[in-house]
């Protein structure tokens, strides 16, 4: 960074494209000791020029999105998770949203981490994180954004997520209406939903091949044959044991689901 006057740093970094600044940056753009710039930064924060998400970690605000106290989570989460030395990937109904399953936008922006994290709130922008097992087996991909680019579980990794917690993703008619609609947009593919099962459960993978076979017109044949197990799993993993047996996919019914039309 070029020298400038603290007060211009945010203009100043949005002017060169620069998408976020650590408080070392700032210091060193203004020519001042780090323990003398964080006054400066937090004048900057009330202004609402620019918004800290992490510790020491900051992100000039555009005037568009003045409003909103912060940015789009896209624009600013892989280079947090960075900042943080945290591995991490897009995951749930924002993961899906970015795949093109816009039915039920969430509330919160969805990061799956290897760690508990902390949920944290910048105006209008929630980030919420979730512990997951095996992060680093999850089939991803990267995806360009505005900023760079964000880690994001493949389509059928996404469902599989989703199907494994599904109070995470709005329950499971919110998850069966968003694999319809990936379903339908030619965005899932078997072969590698049956790949991406090494990093999630045999009861994930019932379930979505019972939702596929009963609510799209998949070929879920292979699916079937390698979901067969003398136990049944639960449907709705929250739910209670009643409920009949569906033999072929190894699930208790103990829920009714039916997507959005």
């Not at 944290?120 to 979730?130: A, D, E, K, Q, V």
């Not at 329950?171 to 072969?191: F, M, P, Q, R, W």
């Amino acid at each position: 960074m070029t020298q400038t006057m603290l007060r211009d740093l945010p203009d100043h970094l949005l002017s060169e494209g620069t998408s976020w600044f650590t408080a070392r940056d700032a210091a060193q753009a203004a020519g001042v000791p780090l323990a003398h710039v964080y006054p400066g930064l937090k004048r900057l924060v009330d202004r609402g020029q620019i918004f800290s998400p992490a510790r020491g970690f900051y992100v000039p605000i555009p005037p568009e999105f003045r409003t909103w106290g912060s940015v789009p989570a896209t624009h600013f989460v892989d280079a947090m998770m960075r900042h943080l030395d945290r591995r991490y990937y897009v995951g749930l109904l924002s993961a899906a949203e970015l795949h093109g399953a816009a039915h039920q936008r969430p509330q919160v922006f969805q990061v799956m981490v290897e760690r508990p994290l902390a949920a944290r709130r910048n105006g209008r922008t929630r980030l919420s994180f979730y512990a997951r097992s095996r992060l680093a087996q999850v089939p991803t991909q990267p995806l360009i954004t505005p900023t760079g680019y964000l880690v994001v579980s493949t389509p059928e990794a996404t469902v599989l997520d989703l199907a494994s917690r599904p109070a995470d993703g709005g329950g499971l008619d919110n998850v069966a209406t968003v694999l319809v609609e990936l379903a339908e947009e030619g965005t899932l593919d078997i072969g590698a939903l049956e790949a991406a099962t090494k990093s999630s459960t045999v009861s994930a993978l019932r379930r979505v091949g019972w939702m596929l076979d009963r609510f799209t017109g998949l070929d879920v044949t292979e699916l079937r044959r390698q979901t067969a197990a003398a136990a049944p799993t639960m449907l709705d993993p929250h739910g209670g044991r009643r409920g009949s047996i569906d033999a072929d996919w190894g699930l208790i019914i103990n829920s009714y689901v039916e997507p959005e039309a």
